[in-house]
């Protein structure tokens, strides 16, 4: 069975070492070994709602890359919205901040949003990062390719060699959430992978975009250097990470209310 979302917080906590002010931390006794009165209090904690900030690395240029949750303690049903990949793709910011702001998780669920995991191309307004890299052909899959330098798509000069990668595979890693948005411009649709059909089904009805298959241009038979690729192959048996491409220009309403409200609903926690 996935580790509670509890469980992940603590890991994150000592691994990381990034909770502001974290205290020692003593595990829970077992449900086989703890008292009447230890397991009411166990069962309280894990259903109480709990707001938490991390930083889960920091960029080539030095600036955080954080992660914000919102929800149960103990959460068996977890969604992580990631709102930027590419620093000139910037509507996916304002439906994170709009889920962060607006959305009371379901009981037992919860969300993490990551605002963006390339904070200096955001300043930028640069798809690639501070070397370079385009973040979403950087990951290690057997599609990695070191071609293109210099150009908005190159993979870097090896496999997660950009700090911004390692952080979120770290971090993907420890949560293993049940979904994962990772939002684009300007491609206009859902991004179709076959693993959970019904989830891009929901997706597509609630954001109103068409299903569609998003090439990055690998060989035949090899996995997708992306952050979608990657998570899929190594980490699909946990759940389902998808690509939604906003189109070029978006309205107030549909990146904020439309978009954070329907991913909400997709995932099934609002």
Do not use: C
Not at 66 to 95: C, I, N, P, W
Not at 100 to 120: E, K, S, Y
Request: proline fraction near 6%; charge should be positive.
């Amino acid at each position: 069975m996935r580790r509670s979302l509890g469980q992940a917080l603590l890991a994150l906590a000592a691994t990381l070492a990034v909770v502001a002010g974290a205290a020692p931390v003593v595990a829970a006794p077992s449900a086989s070994t703890a008292t009447p009165a230890v397991r009411v209090a166990n069962e309280a904690a894990a259903a109480a709602y709990v707001e938490r900030t991390i930083t889960l690395g920091t960029s080539v240029r030095g600036r955080p890359i954080r992660a914000f949750y919102r929800g149960a303690a103990g959460a068996e049903h977890v969604l992580v919205v990631l709102g930027q990949m590419h620093g000139d793709e910037k509507a996916g910011a304002s439906t994170v901040g709009w889920i962060r702001r607006n959305v009371r998780p379901l009981p037992g669920t919860g969300f993490w949003i990551v605002p963006t995991m390339n904070p200096d191309g955001n300043a930028r307004s640069t798809r690639v990062n501070a070397r370079g890299v385009d973040l979403n052909r950087n990951w290690p899959t057997s599609g990695w390719t070191s071609a293109g330098r210099g150009s908005r798509y190159w993979g870097g000069p090896r496999p997660a060699s950009e700090p911004e990668t390692r952080a979120l595979m770290r971090f993907l890693t420890d949560v293993k959430p049940d979904y994962i948005a990772s939002i684009h411009q300007p491609l206009y649709g859902i991004g179709r992978n076959g693993i959970d059909v019904a989830w891009e089904r929901r997706l597509s009805s609630y954001l109103r975009l068409p299903r569609k298959y998003f090439g990055v241009g690998n060989p035949s038979g090899t996995v997708s250097p992306t952050m979608t690729g990657w998570y899929n192959r190594k980490l699909g048996r946990n759940g389902v990470a998808t690509t939604i491409e906003y189109g070029a220009r978006t309205t107030a309403y549909f990146r904020n209310t439309g978009a954070g409200r329907g991913i909400s609903r997709a995932a099934r926690i609002l």
